[in-house]
């Protein structure tokens, strides 16, 4: 399958909503944000793509993007040209039940950041948001591990519908428990138990494997 | 201008080290509202409410402050 990668800069656009399009991407490297501009300026960030997941699979139906995707740190991507991708899924179904398992996994994620913001306090959807990158990211690794997580408190404030005095005033607490610590562009995860127990996490939505490792 | 919005009161205080960019004066202090409105749904406290900002402009001198409190009493 043609592919070309493309290294891109923290905070640029990867996709501009409406922007015609005719490829998806594939992250490679870094992290994006899917965001929602709203009328007052204020920005809203409803989804996080890792390396290894395609974020707009909407690209291989529709002409034009449905969202803009941010890069939240330096980013290398792979363009999917949609016409070479609808070919291989053609010839292999398995491509494209992987890229259908993805849908419904992005689907169940955001069910979740709909609970997260409706449901639970402010420091839970933090503990809440890092126990789900820390499994997409397959980082999980006993009760003390660490991984990426390029996400500044303002974009985390971006993400869960806070102000960012008070993301930070809630990092504060949940380092105090000693639960978590974000330092530097990674998420220090010191008790993996605790954290779980605090965002009342139940990880089972992302039990679909994360498909697309078939293509890369 | 960047202001910086410590909060105490209910829970522990925390001071603000990153701080928030506000385009006016009159921004900064729809903000310490909002923040003290956001930080009050977190308190479990069950029947009353007591928090407060103070807030720093970039020198570190206290310029503003505002308080949110919420007071129950049975009537009999």
Known sequence: MPEQETLLPAHSDIVRRGQSVDSACLVVEGFLARIRDTSSGRRQITAFYLPGEMPDLDALLVPSALATLLALSPVRIQRVPRAAMRDAIARYPAIGEALWRQTIMDGMIAMEWVANIGQRQARARIAHLICEVAIRSRAVAGEQFDFAFPVTQTHIAEATGMSPVHVNRSVQALRAERALELVDGRAFVRNWALLQDIAEFEGSYLDMEAPVRLLA | ?76
């Open chain 2, 1 to 76: 201008m960047r202001y910086y919005f410590d909060i105490g009161g209910n829970g522990p205080e925390t001071r603000d080290i990153e701080g928030l960019e506000c385009k006016s004066v009159e921004e900064m202090h729809r903000r310490a509202t909002m923040i003290l409105a956001q930080v009050a749904l977190d308190v479990n406290h069950a029947d009353c409410l007591n928090l407060r900002t103070i807030v720093r402009d970039s020198r570190g001198r206290a310029v503003y402050e505002a308080r949110l409190s919420v007071e129950g009493r049975i009537l009999s």
